[in-house]
T-cell receptor, first 112, second 120 residues
């Protein structure tokens, strides 16, 4: 079955770049997503990448996809204290009626 | 648009009680989903629906029931609450995947704020 793995915690100084990593197992995944969850809130879609792309940039966010290694990363440039949250990677395998498989989430702590 | 709304925000139940978690969306989305999030874990899909009158089981459906009588509403029912159902419950909705120019367009899921349920 599908499995999505992430490291649980990342601490970064304000102004530095953050890189959050994710590995997945289903090679038929069509789309891969990054969601952000702030304390006490629901999930907010940050960005997504189609499986035939290897990079997508959106303002401070850069998503890199290595399809051969089934590795996805999210880079946040100039990390701010407001970026402190849990970041979830999710995949949508082909033909699964939009069902997403989520990773366990990476808690990003931004220090001054 | 209010997006996806969920009620209640918090609830404490005793073992064996029942309750219904409400979810409503005003984006005319066909697809709706219920997830649960246990501490330190990712989201697990409980049930989903691809349209009014159609529901299907997700990864962890045991102990839950759903119905979808309208496009807007997708309530989740717990009949006999158990401590293992202590969790945060998220409802989400999306359009179905669709194509444009031969390319699949993503079906972004929009999430509600969650319901925190404790069963004692």
């Amino acid at each position: 079955g599908e499995d999505v793995e992430q490291s649980l915690f990342l601490s970064v100084r304000e102004g530095d770049s953050s890189v959050i990593n994710c590995t997945y197992t289903d090679s038929s995944s069509t789309y891969l997503y990054w969601y952000k969850q702030e304390p006490g809130a629901g999930l907010q879609l940050l960005t997504y990448i189609f499986s035939n792309m290897d990079m997508k940039q959106d303002q401070r966010l850069t998503v890199l996809l290595n399809k051969k290694d089934k590795h996805l990363s999210l880079r946040i440039a100039d990390t701010q204290t407001g970026d402190s949250a849990i970041y979830f990677c999710a995949e949508r395998p082909t033909g699964t009626a939009s069902k997403l498989t989520f990773g366990t989430g990476t808690r990003l702590q931004v220090t001054l | 648009n209010a997006g996806v709304t969920q009620t209640p925000k918090f609830r404490i139940l005793k073992i064996g009680q029942s309750m219904t978690l409400q979810c409503t969306q005003d984006m005319n989305h066909n697809y709706m989903y219920w997830y649960r999030q246990d501490p330190g874990m990712g989201l697990k899909l409980i049930y989903y629906s691809v349209g009014a009158g159609i529901t299907d089981k997700g990864e962890v459906p045991n102990g839950y029931n759903v119905s979808r009588s309208t496009t807007e509403d997708f309530p989740l029912r717990l009949e006999l609450a158990a401590p293992s159902q202590t969790s945060v419950y998220f409802c989400a909705s999306s359009f179905p995947p669709r194509s444009s120019g031969g390319r699949l367009i993503t079906d972004t899921q929009y999430f509600g704020p969650g319901t925190r349920l404790t069963v004692l």
